[in-house]
C-alpha cells in the first residue's frame, strides 16, 4: 500500500515537474527579448486571456495589459508559480503574420523570431487606435 502510495506521487510530481517545464519553455520563447517596462496611459486590460508562443499554449493563464507604447503580458497565478515574469512587447515588434487561423476570435503574429497566436481583440484595438493597419 505504501509502495503504491510513493508511485502515485512520484507519478504526480513528475507530471507537475514537466508541465511546468513546457509552461517555462513556452514563456521564455518571448521573456529573453522582452523585459518589463511601466504601464503607460491610456492603458486597457482584460484577464485570463489564451494565447500560443511557438508550440506552446497558455490557455485562459495570461492577463494582457494595452498602453500607447507596449502590449504587456501578464503570468496569471499558475505562470508565476513557474517563475515566469511580466514581459513588455514594444508594438513595433509586432508584426501580423500573412497566414490568419480560420476563427475570427485570434490572429497570428510574428513577434521577433517566435509566432504567437493571441486573441484579435487586443492586435486590432492596437490598429485601430493609431490608423496604421499595417502594425498588428
Known sequence: MALALLIVIFQISFAIAITGFLIRSAWQLLAKQFVAMPFGEPNFRKNFQSFQFGPYSLGWS?????????????????????????????????????????????????IGKTKVLGPAWCFAMRSNTDGDASRA
Do not use: E, G
Not at 77 to 103: E, G, V, Y
Open 62 to 110: 495570461v492577463h494582457v495589459v494595452l498602453d500607447d507604447d507596449y502590449l504587456h503580458l501578464l503570468p496569471s497565478a499558475i505562470l508565476r508559480f513557474f517563475q515566469c515574469h511580466r514581459i513588455s512587447i514594444p508594438w513595433d515588434a509586432i508584426n501580423l503574420a500573412a497566414k490568419q487561423p480560420m476563427t475570427k476570435r485570434f490572429r497570428q503574429v510574428q
